[in-house]
């Protein structure tokens, strides 16, 4: 949610940071803006912004915009529309001072008023620009010193980069909540808010704490806390190239990442299978096998397609480890006063490691002592640093706002921990051997799957008309429905409810008719002919059925046809021809796939 980046060295800074704020826009995509430290005589800042996307931005830079130090911003409107004004960055009153923001700032009203007080006039109706003034107005001697005095005020959340005019040979960036990435380069330093904007410079980072600064030159970069101290930061290397951030031969990245599912899944098990014991090893856990035993519960938190990978891998957990699992959206759990109870194993699962509400969560279960791991795909990222240990779910970087290939991977992490906790308890070896053989499998039925695509494109011709769409399925089945719904309507904007099929008849059916289509998930599990009979009533509805299931339905209109595994790990393989009936219903409507309207990734506020 927003992108920031930022260059200094010796290259010309608009067209870097125009191609930053290109790989950064799957974060917010209502405007742009960038300044740089203008080289020449008259020397200054000059800021150019543009509501809209990107190339917007481009088409309006000035003829003259030459400077090899710069900041940009990639917004997803908070405070305020989404228009010029309100684009970042914001520059205080005399022009000196740029700032570009991601996050939010509680007390923006109150420092606003009591700027205007003082005489200072608003250019927006951002909470950003109170820091711009804030800077430009503190009489302390150095960049830092300035930043750091008006950060003193600020409540809420931020990841910023300053410029200002007399400091032309820096940059100074702070975080508190948001994420920033210093990339380290040679005689060039490079600022982010996601590496997905460095790696094709460079693969060394730095990952900014909550509470640390760091200022920028050419040559040098220095970290320090908030309150002046410094802090010791190595270079990590970044583990995907460039390319793996790259759309390659697709028109899409969800395409792409669709795609890779089956490479996704090799790459999470790579590793972890224990075949001597018919177990899994989970190095990052920090939990031992009496510390496993003595769980009594597991609570697992996420939001969106995270809380439905969630509610599967809760399942996945009761049936295997028999320990009584579920899953709450984080979003809610964190403002129920929550009892905390100390033998539940808490689980934060997220694709991003920055959604606020998950980090939210976590923060109040630490705060009450719980113990609370993390499942999540960033490496390094505000949720996996926050946690006690966890799994990283492995699946490479995701660009495309709608999640696809990390959900697969987070449910197939889940089925390791589940495995690993079953193991530890009463799962016997031959259960453990026979979950194992199914995970060994996945791969190869999800190229299977794949390879069905131009029949999926089909169905998704014949479905494209819906205005609205119903999704079943029961027990392992409801949460492949709940995710395939989100899907369908994120992307295509097609109406979509998702139910238990157990539950049709206590109200949803009154909507079956033949303008509603039915999406039904009918694995050969013993729930079968329990599915089978909701078929039915859907049809004596005349509804339309399209199922997902392991044999062709004689009650459905139309079956996609997915390879078996094992009944646990169905749910699995049942979600992925629904990803792609979502994009080609989403592509045949003309939907900006990668971005739908008002969604952006990384939700990073409230
Ligand atoms: C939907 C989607 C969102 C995210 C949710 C949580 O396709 O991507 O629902 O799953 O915003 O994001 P993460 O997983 O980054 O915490």
């Not at 600064?213 to 930061?233: F, N, Q, V, W």
């Not at 028999?322 to 009892?339: C, K, L, M, Q, T």
């Not at 995970?439 to 494109?457: D, M, Y």
């Not at 027990?475 to 979509?496: D, M, N």
Request: net charge negative.
């Amino acid at each position: 949610m927003c992108g920031i980046v930022g260059y200094i060295g010796k290259r010309d800074v608009a067209p870097l940071l125009l191609e930053g704020l290109q790989r950064l826009e799957y974060r917010g995509y209502d405007s742009a803006g960038i300044a740089i430290h203008a080289s020449g005589k008259t020397g200054g800042l000059k800021t150019a912004k543009a509501k809209g996307r990107v190339r917007e931005l481009e088409s309006r830079l000035p003829k003259r915009f030459a400077g090899t130090t710069g900041i940009a911003h990639t917004r997803w409107a908070t405070h305020g529309a989404p228009n010029d004004e309100n684009a970042h960055p914001h520059v205080d009153a005399e022009g000196k001072v740029a700032v570009v923001h991601n996050g939010i700032i509680d007390n923006a009203a109150e420092l606003r008023a009591k700027l205007t007080a003082d005489g200072v006039e608003f250019a927006s109706e951002t909470d950003t620009e109170v820091l711009a003034h804030l800077i430009g107005r503190s009489q302390a001697e150095k960049l830092e010193e300035k930043v750091r005095e008006a950060l003193r005020h600020i409540e809420g959340t931020y990841g910023i980069a300053v410029l200002h005019s007399d400091f032309a040979d820096r940059i100074v960036v702070a975080r508190n909540g948001s994420p920033v990435v210093l990339g380290i380069g040679e005689k060039e330093m490079f600022v982010s808010s996601d590496v997905a904007a460095l790696v094709s410079h460079t693969r060394q980072v730095v990952t900014l704490d909550d509470g640390e600064m760091a200022t920028l030159k050419a040559d040098d970069y220095r970290t320090y806390t908030t309150e002046g101290s410094r802090t010791t930061s190595s270079p990590e290397t970044v583990e995907y190239a460039a390319e793996s951030y790259d759309m390659g031969a697709h028109d899409t990245y969800m395409h792409k990442e669709i795609s890779e599912q089956a490479d996704a899944v090799d790459r999470a098990l790579r590793g972890r299978i224990d075949d001597r014991f018919s177990t899994v090893h989970l190095g990052g856990l920090n939990l031992d096998a009496r510390e496993a035993r003595g769980v009594r519960r597991v609570k697992i938190l996420g939001c969106g397609t995270s809380y439905h990978a969630g509610q599967i891998g809760a399942q996945m957990i009761e049936e295997l480890a028999r320990i009584p699992s579920d899953a709450e959206p984080a979003s809610e759990f964190r403002y129920r006063n929550p009892v905390v109870d100390p033998d539940t194993l808490y689980v934060a699962v997220s694709q991003s490691g920055e959604t606020y509400d998950v980090l939210a969560a976590v923060q109040e279960l630490k705060r009450k002592g719980a113990r609370v791991l993390g499942l999540v795909n960033v490496v390094g990222s505000a949720i996996a640093r926050e946690t006690d240990g966890g799994i990283y779910v492995h699946a490479g970087p995701e660009v495309c706002v709608v999640s696809t290939k990390c959900f697969t991977n987070m449910v197939v992490s889940f089925a390791l921990l589940a495995l690993h906790l079953g193991r530890i308890r009463d799962l016997s070896v031959a259960d453990g051997k026979r979950i194992i053989d199914g995970l060994r499998r996945l791969p190869q039925q999800i190229t299977e799957i794949l390879a069905g695509e131009a029949e999926i494109k089909k169905l998704a011709g014949l479905y494209a008309d819906a205005k609205s769409m119903m999704f079943i399925g029961r027990v392992r089945g409801y949460p492949v429905a709940r995710e395939a719904s989100l899907k369908l309507k994120e992307v295509s904007y097609i109406h979509a409810e998702a139910y238990p099929a157990s539950e049709l008849k206590h109200g949803p059916l009154a909507l079956i008719e033949p303008a509603m289509p039915t999406v039904a998930i009918v694995p050969d599990d013993d729930l079968l002919e329990k599915n089978r009979a909701a078929l039915e009533e859907i049809k004596a509805r005349s509804g339309r059925i399209l199922a997902v299931a392991h044999q062709e339905q004689e009650k459905a209109d139309h079956t996609i046809v997915v390879p078996k595994n094992e009944p646990e790990l169905d749910p699995i393989l049942m979600g992925i021809p629904l990803q792609l009936l979502a994009y080609h219903t989403a592509l045949s409507l003309g939907r900006d796939i990668d971005k739908p309207r008002n969604l952006a990734k990384s939700v990073t506020v409230e």
